[in-house]
């Protein structure tokens, strides 16, 4: 039991009592003075108000319920009226609330913000996209921390309906080939077919017939533009068979504009490698074998250094280099056996400006990890499940475990492997598979909580695996029927070398503890001597498991060796980047690599399957700068990377250079900058005035009110009423149908954030048979409330007190009878 003092303070007034008590022990030296000043230090402590917690559990029969109907635009495809009899059904029961969203935006995320952490519980009615507001995932992750659980009563499809979207770069650049995304989106997930057309400036490009069999469509488009300024590519669907509720989403607009190829400077002994070739093809380039001087790189948009020795440079011209970025320039520098290791990078004044150091990567790995959840029904019951896969989430985004493979296993009456074996976290996109896959757990059905099933599934992983072994539990701790056997397996573990941690999430759950209260996953940690690797967490907090650091076992190729380094295969290390999203290197390797090791702050992109970097980047001042530490595809002694500046792998290149430039405008004369819209919603923009004169814009002949809000920097919002493409002052800015047709169908990625927060996913028959029951359930609700102890202090000091005068009372009656006594006998002796 933990005791705590509302009243601390009053503890120094013990200080004057034992002072008191000393000096009249001095002067008296009898036990009424230690009697009297333990009863006054009670006293003391009584004052100090001591109390402790105790836990409750409470349940409401009556739970108070919010039920948010979406009746937005996009909800024409669902029966009408969805939710309805479901509000009546929990209205005749319990108290609840109705809120209906309508109109052409869905601001879902908006509603459960207002209605979570209000003691309600909140129920959805929706097809689950939110377009307006608060983001709906945020507002989910704002419920679970509020304690709100959350319901979704998904509608089913009555009528189908298709959009189309087309994706890509608003500004490209002349006579390049630009790839674009066409998306067609259905609500169902049936068979249909229809007839697409692709116009580029009001001039029919290609048309083709597609059938269409899940929810999503991606058709990829190419097209050049050989002249300067504003076009346009639009897409149409028509002739559709499979149902199709609306027309105004059939039609899409996209505005190009179409900008002057931005200047390259590249420095290169190599005038004719890959490298080369595919700069020229896309940029105006100006090649110069040897450091062509400040004036001639301030003209460019982006500086490649090819395979350069450090002594190509002057100090003097590495300091022009460095202004040239920190101003905003572009600054790519290729490897090769004349650069960084090779090339005498380490410490020079160069290297100031690279995202790496030109030494060997310290890579660690060797780390084998097994994630064992609990998805038995108690976690459901006594609402840790939310808590539980939160924390195996929290684990996997632990930065220790980027370079470790990763496996999940899930158990409940019985235990199977979630992830299908190891994964290497390395990549950003196993990361993704893994969490997404941990979020979408559901409970099983038979009570049972089988432990020693999911340590045994951990146990045949590991057995044969080199390196650091792990392995972690994460339960509610209710472990009481498997208990004997999983304290068998985890001591069978420890004994292969595997770091066992078991992290028990406090709940009401009675099996978690035995009849004298002491907890089974603590008991199991100790029986095994890994006492120090069990953490004992309430709901609502995540654990914090301080990994040993992982044996090296990625050997390292000699600095001096620069030919016969093998074939590397290449892994997109964070796919999500501007530069590697377009890009596939499934089929990408090289044969050799310059060693770096990327600074703090620094962006791995692209590395080697052993975890060495090839494309490096960062940002210096106000430029950018990508380390990119493999050759040019054609160097005079090796060749490491032909093989990138081939196909589709020569993205990567220009996706680097690209990224590296930024703006690819030329800085001069009146620039402006207006995103495509959405009909309904403002598009902010922005017009930046390099020359000397008066800002002047029009939209369709209309002038428009400027802000100036920075130096030469003007903006303002605009807001056509009218689909299709308009005119600002030559600049082209595209309108299409409301953001509310875009997304259509029930949206499947929520469903994790709803169960996240306690609650379940239904359809509107299921929820009218089982949500206020289930809503009952997760009423109950644990409360720590303080028990005042200040009266047991109080009756201990009274009978203290009493004790003492009773002691002294009856010594005294002693002492006199005894007197009496002596009297008498002297009486009758006289």
């Known amino acids: 039991m933990n005791i705590s003092l509302e009243s601390p303070e009053m503890l120094l007034l013990a200080i004057p009592v034992i ?32 109390y402790t917690t105790v836990t409750r559990t409470t349940s409401e029969e009556d739970p108070s319920l919010v039920l948010i109907q979406d009746q937005t635009a996009s909800m024409g495809i669902f029966p009408e009226g969805i939710g309805t009899d479901l509000y009546e059904s929990l209205t005749a029961k319990t108290p609840t609330a109705l809120v209906q969203l309508t109109g052409e935006k869905t601001t879902l995320g908006d509603a459960v913000t207002q209605y979570s952490g209000l003691g309600n519980q909140i129920v959805l009615v929706t097809d689950g996209n939110s377009n307006s507001g608060k983001d709906l995932t945020e507002a989910l992750e704002f419920a679970k921390d509020t304690n709100t659980t959350v319901y979704l009563v998904q509608p089913e499809v009555e009528t189908n309906d298709l959009s189309v979207e087309i994706l890509g770069d608003k500004k490209v650049v002349v006579d390049n080939q630009n790839e674009f995304e066409i998306v067609v989106r259905q609500a169902s997930e049936k068979s249909v077919s229809y007839f697409l057309e692709v116009f580029v400036d009001g001039q029919i490009s290609q048309s083709r017939q597609f059938t269409q069999d899940g929810r999503n469509n991606t058709i990829p488009i190419n097209q050049e533009f050989t002249t300067l300024g504003a076009h346009n590519i639009s897409v149409k669907i028509s002739d559709i068979s499979g149902g199709d509720l609306k027309e105004i989403n059939n039609e899409f607009f996209k505005s190009i504009y179409v900008i002057p190829k931005p200047k390259v400077t590249l420095v290169t002994n190599e005038t004719g490698s890959p490298l080369a070739k595919v700069l020229s093809n896309l940029y105006e380039v100006s090649v110069a074998n040897g450091y062509p001087g400040a004036d001639n790189i301030t003209d460019s948009k ?8 450090i002594t190509s440079f002057s100090e003097a011209q590495i300091k022009e280099i460095k202004n040239y970025v920190s101003n905003g320039g572009g ?9 960084y290791n090779y090339g005498e990078y380490l410490n020079s004044s160069l290297e100031e400006i690279l995202p790496v150091i030109s030494k060997p990567s310290e890579f660690k790995g060797g780390r084998n990890l097994v994630l064992i959840l609990d998805v038995s029904p108690s976690t459901i ?14 684990i996997l985004e632990n930065d220790n475990l980027k370079d470790a493979n990763v496996a999940v296993i899930a158990f409940g009456n019985a235990a199977y492997d979630v992830s ?30 089988s432990l020693d099933q999911g340590l045994g599934i951990a146990k045949q992983m590991l057995e044969g695996e080199d390196g650091e072994l792990d392995a972690i539990v994460v339960s509610d701790g209710g472990i009481e029927e498997s208990y004997d056997q999983s304290v ?10 595997v770091n066992l941690y078991f992290i028990h999430i406090r709940s009401s759950a009675p099996s978690q503890s035995d009849k004298s209260r002491n907890y089974y996953a603590e008991k199991l940690m100790k029986e095994i001597g890994l006492e120090g690797n069990y953490q004992h967490i309430d709901m609502g907090e995540r654990a914090n498991i301080v990994f040993e650091e992982a044996d090296e076992s990625a050997e390292e190729p000699e600095e001096e060796e620069t030919e016969d380094l093998g074939t590397y295969s290449l892994l997109e290390y964070s796919p999500d980047h501007f530069i590697t999203k377009g890009v596939n290197l499934t089929n990408a390797s090289i044969t050799g690599y310059n060693q770096v090791t990327p600074k703090a702050g620094a962006e791995r992109l692209v590395i080697t399957v052993t975890g060495q970097p090839v494309l490096t980047t960062w940002r210096f001042g106000l430029g950018r700068v990508a380390a990119f530490t493999t050759d040019n595809g054609d160097g005079a002694g090796v060749r490491w990377a032909s093989a990138l500046y081939n196909g589709s792998n020569s993205k990567l290149i220009s996706g680097t250079a690209n990224w590296a430039i930024a703006n690819p405008e030329a800085e001069e004369g009146a620039v402006v900058d207006a995103p495509d819209t959405w009909l309904g919603t403002p598009s902010d923009l922005t017009l930046i005035m390099y020359d000397e004169g008066i800002p002047k814009l029009k939209l369709d002949g209309a002038q428009l009110d400027l802000a100036l809000t920075g130096r030469n920097t003007y ?3 605009v807001n056509p009423v009218n689909i299709g493409i308009h005119d600002i002052s030559g600049y082209p800015l595209a309108v299409n149908y409301a953001l509310e047709y875009l997304e259509v169908g029930n949206n499947k990625d929520i469903e994790p954030l709803i169960v996240a927060t306690g609650g379940k996913i239904y359809t509107e028959k299921e929820a009218r048979a089982s949500l206020l029951k289930d809503a009952r359930q997760n009423s109950q609700k644990e409360t720590n409330e303080p028990v005042s102890l200040k009266m047991y202090v109080l009756i201990a000091a009274l009978i203290l007190y009493l004790a003492e005068v009773i002691a002294r009372r009856i010594k005294e009656m002693r002492r006199l009878t005894q007197a009496q006594g002596e009297t008498g006998t002297e009486e009758k002796t006289a």
């Open 331 to 339: 600054l790519i520098v290729v490897g090769g056996d004349r650069a």
């Open 488 to 497: 068998q397996i985890a001591q069978e573990l420890k004994d292969m070398g």
């Open 302 to 309: 982006l500086l490649v250094l090819d395979d350069q020795f």
């Open 420 to 449: 299908g074996g190891f994964l290497y976290l390395g990549l950003p996109q196993n990361l993704a598979i893994l969490k997404e896959k941990v979020s979408k757990l559901t409970p099983t059905n038979e009570t049972e909580t």
């Open 381 to 394: 019951a006594h609402k840790t499940q939310g808590d539980i896969l939160s924390n195996g989430v929290k």
């Open 19 to 50: 002072i008191a008590g000393f000096y009249l022990l001095r002067k008296t030296k009898t036990k009424l003075v230690e009697w009297r000043v333990l009863v006054s230090l009670i006293l003391v402590l009584a004052l100090a108000s001591p």
């Open 715 to 717: 903006e303002t919002g």
